[in-house]
């Protein structure tokens, strides 16, 4: 009995470690990416950047409007300066140096707003990209996919699998599909 008992137990391990070995070599599938350049690809945001190129300049037309009028201020006060009381020279001498730090309070918000703006128009295409990776590593039964333009992957095997093109064609299923 002992013998069979042996045997049955030796079968039943045997069949495990097949089963683990099977379940192992099923687990172990990686994928990577460069998720900037999928992104950079991608029209909504080539359109986010003109869109954000356009702000930009907006802006920067203003500043430059605004630094202008300061140059004419300055310059029509030197040419005034010693002409005029103490009273006036003081008063001219705080209005620009107050219109300058107008436009360093400008510029600052500008930088700012720009940066919220960046962030308003990428956040959308970020998740829509999240998204898709998520759907492609649940459809393939990948265990990661890492993201090979974070400078992070110190290896990358050939068995890991490319997967830039399956989230392409995953996007363009998202793109298509009805809202």
């Known amino acids: 009995m002992n013998m069979k008992v042996f045997k049955v137990f030796a079968i039943v391990f045997m069949v ?14 990686f994928g990577h990416l460069n998720v900037q350049q999928l992104i950079s690809e991608l029209p909504e945001k080539q359109a986010a950047d003109k869109e954000l190129q356009s702000e930009a300049q907006k802006l920067q037309n203003q500043l430059q409007v605004m630094s202008q009028e300061l140059d ?6 030197m040419t005034q300066r010693d002409s005029l009381s103490d009273l006036i020279r ?20 500008a ?13 959308p295409i970020i998740e829509k990209v999240e998204k898709a990776i998520n759907a492609v590593g649940e459809e393939q039964d990948f265990i990661y996919i890492f993201d090979t333009s974070s400078q992070v992957i110190l290896y990358n095997s050939d ?9 392409k064609a995953k ?4 793109n298509n599909a009805p809202q």
Do not use: G, H, P, W
């Open 16 to 29: 495990s470690l097949a089963a683990a070995s099977v379940s192992v070599a099923q687990e172990l599938k």
């Open 72 to 77: 004419e201020k300055y310059k029509n006060y």
């Open 90 to 109: 003081s008063t001219r001498e705080k209005e620009i140096q107050d219109y300058d730090q107008r436009i360093q309070n400008f510029n600052k918000l």
């Open 111 to 123: 930088q700012q707003s720009l940066s919220q703006k960046e962030q308003q128009l990428l956040q």
């Open 159 to 167: 068995q890991s699998v490319d997967c830039q093109d399956m989230v």
């Open 171 to 174: 996007l363009k299923e998202m």
